[in-house]
């Protein structure tokens, strides 16, 4: 009932940049917390960073000074701004949001498909 699409994802060098987006469709009431997650191969998912419907933030210390998570309530969006790009952050990235289906009764949880990111030389 809720389909998250990402965009955003590809191959940068050591030290680039990229900016991730994603976007939330559906039977939306509200939206509360969005988040990337990143799952490298052989690893577990794991949190990247997060935001609330008020702004607040949450971040993985691997990523803290480097990564700035956005949102767009208007748009149901989420951005993810990655600078300083590390081979370690090679990974899928997941895009996750939770909130109130239509009605306000229900409530929801979904994933987006990933998209991947290659850091690499």
């Known amino acids: 009932q809720v389909q998250l699409v990402e965009s955003g994802g590809g191959l940068v060098q050591p030290g680039g940049s990229l900016r991730l987006s994603c976007a939330a469709s559906?039977?939306?009431?509200?939206?509360?917390?969005m988040g990337w997650y990143r799952q490298a191969p052989g690893k577990e998912r794991e949190l990247v960073a997060a935001?609330?419907?008020?702004?607040?933030?949450n971040y993985a210390d691997s990523v803290k000074g480097r990564f700035t998570i956005s949102r767009d309530n208007a748009k149901n969006t989420v951005y993810l701004q990655m600078n300083s790009l590390k081979p370690e952050d090679t990974a899928v990235y997941y895009c996750?949001?939770?909130?109130?289906?239509?009605?306000?009764?229900?409530?929801?949880?979904?994933w987006g498909q990933g998209t991947q990111v290659t850091v690499s030389s």
């Open positions: 996750n949001a939770d909130g109130l289906l239509v009605g306000g009764l229900s409530d929801f949880g979904s």
């Open positions: 559906g039977s939306i009431f509200s939206i509360n917390a």
């Open positions: 935001i609330t419907s008020g702004g607040s933030t």
